[in-house]
């Protein structure tokens, strides 16, 4: 058997940054007006109960969002270590990024792959290969 090309399939791994930072807007995005706004909501359900929450509860309740925020990009930027990823693939493979392509490096030389059969970017190694215009008959 001929030797085989790993090619990283997952985004997170290529740029790990960048998965980091897209979550971290995401939850900034998502969370902080949501939060503020359930608390306007709260506010104004209580008005008729003369009940005031006090200012500190916005405070705490924004901070603590804000570590949540933290605690979830450092899961983003663990998850996207290559080992963590092989260790998903192998014993969780429902958590791991999608699966790494195995191409034999014969197919990967040529650009076959991306090409396609019809394009003027082939390889030679693809452009000579004598190609069988009708399919063989089937037995019946």
């Known amino acids: 058997m001929g ?19 897209r979550t971290v807007l995401a939850a900034v995005i998502a969370l902080f007006p ?9 506010i104004d359900q209580l008005k008729p109960y003369q009940v005031n929450l006090p200012g500190w509860v916005f405070l ?12 979830t990009a450092l899961a983003t930027r663990i998850l996207a270590i290559p080992g963590v990823n092989d260790w998903l693939r192998k014993y969780a ?16 030389s040529t650009s076959a792959i991306a090409t396609g ?3 003027s ?7 000579n290969t004598p190609v069988n215009p009708t399919p063989p008959a089937a037995d019946n």
């Open 121 to 127: 970017i082939q390889s030679e190694a693809v452009a």
């Open 93 to 108: 493979p429902a958590f791991a990024p999608e699966d790494k392509i195995t191409v034999p490096t014969s197919v990967a």
């Open 117 to 119: 059969p019809g394009s």
């Open 34 to 42: 949501l939060l503020n706004l359930v608390l306007a909501v709260v």
């Open 60 to 71: 705490w309740l924004n901070g603590a969002l804000a570590v949540v925020t933290v605690i």
């Open 3 to 21: 030797t085989h090309l790993a090619i990283p399939a997952s985004t997170q791994e290529k740029n790990p940054r960048s998965a980091v930072l």
